[in-house]
């Protein structure tokens, strides 16, 4: 019985009685490991450029302990020699055998120490490699729902090197594989379990894959001693011992898999109460906690006492078999003996000499053979985590087609004009469960019409619950710039959900929406300059947009802050480029740098990977909507071009100062300076695209860190707008806190909102659409921010409860009544 069904969602919750799912070692665990291994060995291209091949460390890994089998045949040989030599009382002998035997048991410690090493890269290797290739899948940015590809482009075509129009709705395999439970604990998959999978196969590796040659080589030497019966013992021996453990293994993978998926329950609810300490603590929930976690430790120590108890056998067979190989090994050679076939031999110590050895060459086959067998044990973990591993393969895949392009229907067409408009159909098609993200898509048929108007249209849309509730019924409703959209309603009654389906996360029962895309993301050239600063003194930009500048950005509901700076909250998700591309973590010591220095010898740097934005344009994707950042630029960031002269200082930067209530005078670092100004001094052309750079491969020591996108005077004035000028002031702009979780504990749920407001202001869409962005901010500080934005240009469509203190910035009322009808009115 599988615990897991792709196709129904929800994963069975173990209990204590339930059995594991049986996984063992047949032809789809077969399949399985293969298409792993080609994961493993053939990563995409830019993995490879940047994490290197698993191959090399893997080849590494196999010479070296080849290497290590010819040492130990060596020392193996040694007991032999000191027999003869010594029984002859053979001084002459003695001494250089002592010095030989000195320096092949040295090196046989350091051809141990190098297996370990290289098996200790090769593990480093294959994690990077494989979680890189699996967060690549599980991040990627999925057009759906209302929408649906775009002219047959797959997903991960909407990165830099892509022209085309950013469609309105995203989704994400992440949020697709959440939100509908289709694979239990994927975090704990990409990091523990690849992780884990990369340990088991180096052991593996080291251990498998040099036997048959061994085993062949032992065998020959074996035979000469003993003739055919000595290696027909050992193999029936091995043969016996191969179908006991088969047996005994294979609960064994199917356990281990069910541990690790209840390790993974186990650590999400521990950190689900470290998130959550302030609150349970107020109100007293420890004991429940208590009852809560114990319960999941018993649950994770159950499967784990099962798995103790069936690997018991599985030691016993494997143990016997190993000292029963060591005496199988005297077996083999008395035979000969027993049968005077070394009669003629007078010399005692010749005698002694040859059973040493012939005992060491049919241990030695007897090893390989016990080796393989007690591989057993390693191979059901193995097995185990290739089942875990594959299975989030499959689900990503199941959620876009084999090359990343999304399952698309034929007819999905889209005008690439800038100022486009586009509309999908949402309807219609749908079934009602496809409202709930997690299924396999949208079966809807999207189509596009390109117009010229600009705004965000709902015509006759419904939504259902999958339990059949019909949460609103035919709504429809228009958002042209500047006539913002207030939605109000009880709790429960669809305001989420509305903004659900606009975003693309849901889709609906029936209705169309349309809404603006983002202009086509034009990387050749550097944008003329941020539209949105001063909106009081500098005109709005005509369409089509800046490039750069999304056309419609969702706030959900639930302040989202993402590991990082202060700074980096402020531009997310532009922000995190720089560090994301941060591929090696610089392990250079200074004394390293000062020798090499002196000596004339170039670095590489944790920057020197960085091949994919060298331009300059720094483009992020972190929500699946591109963004395309300002050019080099000039800028106080204190890390930019900080004493690396790659970047011209704009002296004529001046500092505004806080204005309450007036314009918003912002000066972006990229707009503060003209193109002339920001010409990288290492000769490179910010003119060049993404894709023209990464031709050209890595390049080393070619570039600085990414300029500011906002420079810090200007980011501490905006936080001072929002409210949080003491906070500007206090905690440093770019330094991430050792906590990574410091914006959650630090500020206060009104001061996290504000953070938010302060980012809808730097990103300045033309439209927002927002989910009680002001639920913890009293009236005053609300009707502050959304004047700022408003005099911005920024249109909203805002979920509220705080109709009063609203109504002032809408134009628009829409009013649901919790039983499926609304009201929409003007203000
Ligand atoms: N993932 C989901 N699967 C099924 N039903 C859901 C899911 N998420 C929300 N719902 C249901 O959809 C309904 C509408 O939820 P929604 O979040 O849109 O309400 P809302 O109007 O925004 O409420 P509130 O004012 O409390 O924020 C609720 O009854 C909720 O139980």
Not at 401 to 430: I, L, Q, R
Not at 471 to 487: N, P
Not at 577 to 597: G, Q
Request: with cysteine; charged share 15%; aromatic share 10%.
């Amino acid at each position: 019985m599988s615990s897991f069904d792709f196709a129904n969602g929800a994963p069975k919750t173990f209990t204590e009685g339930d059995r594991a799912p049986h996984y063992s070692l047949n032809w789809d665990m077969v399949k399985r490991i293969a298409r792993l291994t080609r994961v493993q060995f053939r990563p995409p291209a830019d993995v490879r450029r940047v994490y290197g091949s698993v191959l090399l460390p893997c080849v590494a890994l196999i010479l070296v302990a080849a290497a290590n089998e010819v040492v130990v045949y060596y020392t193996g040989l040694i007991p032999s020699e000191y027999y003869s030599v010594l029984v002859a009382k053979d001084t002459n002998a003695f001494y250089p055998l002592l010095g030989r035997s000195l320096g092949i048991v040295v090196a046989a410690g350091l051809g141990q120490s190098l297996v370990t090493f290289a098996a200790g890269r090769y593990q480093v290797c294959t994690r990077l490699v494989l979680s890189h290739c699996i967060q690549t899948r599980y991040l990627r940015p999925l057009p759906t729902a209302a929408g649906g590809p775009v002219d047959g482009v797959a997903a991960t075509e909407y990165n830099h090197h892509s022209r085309l129009p950013v469609p309105p709705t995203f989704s994400s395999p992440l949020y697709r594989i959440v939100d509908g439970h289709l694979v239990d604990n994927p975090d704990q998959r990409i990091t523990q379990d690849v992780d884990k999978f990369a340990v088991a196969s180096s052991q593996l590796l080291e251990q498998l894959v040099l036997s048959p040659i061994l085993v062949i080589y032992y065998t020959v030497q074996t035979w000469e001693i003993t003739g055919y019966f000595g290696p027909l013992l050992i193999y029936l021996f091995f043969v016996l011992g191969t179908i006991i453990s088969r047996f005994l293994m294979t609960p064994v993978i199917s356990l281990t898999w069910a541990q690790e998926r209840q390790e993974g329950t186990y650590r999400f609810q521990h950190v689900h109460v470290r998130n959550h300490a302030g609150p349970l603590t107020m109100q007293r929930g420890h004991h429940y906690e208590h009852l809560r976690l114990n319960q999941a430790l018993r649950l994770v120590t159950n499967w784990q006492r099962r798995i103790v108890n069936r690997r018991f056998w599985l030691n016993l067979s494997t143990n016997v078999f190993g000292y029963l190989g060591s005496i199988l090994s005297y077996l083999v050679i008395a035979i000969p003996i027993f049968n005077g076939w070394y009669d003629g031999m007078d010399d005692p110590a010749q005698v002694a000499s040859l059973v040493s050895k012939a005992s060491f060459i049919a241990m030695y086959l007897i090893f390989r053979f016990t080796v393989i067998v007690q591989q057993a044990a390693a191979f059901s973990d193995y097995a185990g985590y290739v089942m875990r591993i594959t299975q989030l393969l499959d689900t990503l895949e199941m959620l876009t087609t084999k090359d990343g392009a999304v399952s698309k229907p034929a007819e999905t067409k889209v005008d690439s004009d800038e100022d486009s408009v586009v509309k999908f159909s949402v309807g219609s098609v749908a079934k009602h469960r496809t409202l709930v993200a997690g299924t396999t898509g949208t079966q809807v048929s999207p189509t596009a019409t390109a117009t010229t108007a600009l705004a965000i249209t709902i015509d006759h849309l419904d939504a259902v619950l999958p339990t059949g509730y019909t949460l609103f019924r035919d709504v429809t409703a228009t958002i042209r710039v500047s006539d913002h959209l207030l939605v109000t309603g009880p709790n429960g009654c669809g305001k989420s959900t509305l903004i659900r389906i606009l975003s693309g996360l849901w889709t609906a029962e029936r209705g169309q929406i349309s809404l603006p895309s983002s202009p086509a993301l034009n990387v050749s050239s550097p944008p003329p300059g941020l539209p949105f600063l001063d909106q009081d003194a500098l005109p709005r930009l005509p369409q089509p947009y800046h490039s750069w500048q999304p056309a419609v950005l969702f706030f959900s509901q639930q302040p989202y802050l993402p590991f990082g700076s202060l700074y980096d909250q402020i531009v997310y998700p532009n922000a995190a480029i720089d560090t994301l591309n941060d591929f090696e973590v610089p392990t250079t010591r200074p004394w390293v740098t000062k020798l090499t220095a002196a000596c004339g010898i170039r670095q590489r740097h944790s920057s020197a990977r960085r091949g994919s934005d060298s331009t300059g344009h720094a483009v992020r994707y972190a929500d699946g909507l591109p963004y395309q950042a300002p050019p080099r630029t000039s800028s106080s960031h204190s890390s930019v071009g900080s004493g690396n002269g790659d970047y011209h200082h704009d002296p004529g930067h001046s500092m505004a100062g806080p204005t309450s209530g007036g314009p918003l005078d912002l000066k972006l670092a990229a707009n503060r300076s003209s193109h002339e100004a920001v010409q990288p001094s290492n000769g490179q052309d910010p003119n060049l695209s993404d894709s023209d750079s990464n031709h050209r491969g890595p390049n080393i020591d070619a570039r600085s860190p990414l300029p500011a996108l906002i420079s810090d005077p200007d980011l501490r004035h905006l936080l001072h707008r929002v409210g949080l000028g003491r906070l500007a002031h206090t905690l440093p702009l770019h330094e991430p806190f050792s906590a990574t979780d410091w914006t959650t504990r630090l500020l206060s749920p009104g001061q996290q909102q504000r953070l938010v407001f302060a980012r809808l202001l730097f990103l300045n869409p033309t439209f927002a659409v927002v989910d009680e962005p002001c639920s913890s901010i009293d009236a005053a500080g609300t009707a502050d921010l959304y004047a700022l934005a408003q005099r911005r240009g920024i249109t909203f469509l805002s979920v509220s409860h705080q109709p009063d203190v609203l109504a002032t910035f809408h134009r628009q009322h829409l009013a649901f009544d919790g039983e499926g009808s609304y009201m929409l009115s003007r203000i």
